[in-house]
């Protein structure tokens, strides 16, 4: 069991960069597989991507492949994401969670999740 705190949110104008960082306690992060997720007013919470326990694979949701990475210290027990030429559609959410499942698309396939933080992309 993990706790995780999201932290690197704000507010951000369109077409900049935004770097999201995850913290977990535990000495027990780098045996998981983690994702980070998204929910904007009144959707759902969608993938934007996942990264291996060894940081070795990575996943993208279409949106955001080619404008996201996805990186980890397993010695900080932290999980990155660097968003680049951020869109007003990428205001959201964005929580980090561990994977439990088999698909890093599907919510119910993780199993701790952080509180949140929010990105605004102002046009």
């Known amino acids: 069991q993990v706790q995780l705190v999201e932290f690197g949110g704000g507010l951000v104008q369109a077409g900049g960069s935004r770097r999201l960082s995850c913290v977990a306690s535990g000495r027990t992060f780098s045996m998981y597989n983690m994702g980070w997720f998204r929910q904007a007013p009144g959707k759902e919470r969608e993938f934007v991507a996942g990264i291996t326990w060894n940081g070795g694979g990575t996943s993208y949701a279409d949106s955001v492949k080619g404008r996201c990475i996805i990186s980890r210290d397993n010695a900080k027990n932290t999980v990155y994401l660097q968003m680049n030429s951020l869109k007003s559609e990428d205001t959201a959410v964005y929580y980090c969670?561990?994977?439990?499942?088999?698909?890093?698309?599907?919510?119910?396939?993780?199993?701790?999740w952080g509180q949140g933080t929010q990105v605004t992309v102002s046009s």
């Open positions: 969670a561990v994977k439990s499942g088999s698909s890093w698309y599907d919510a119910t396939g993780y199993n701790q």
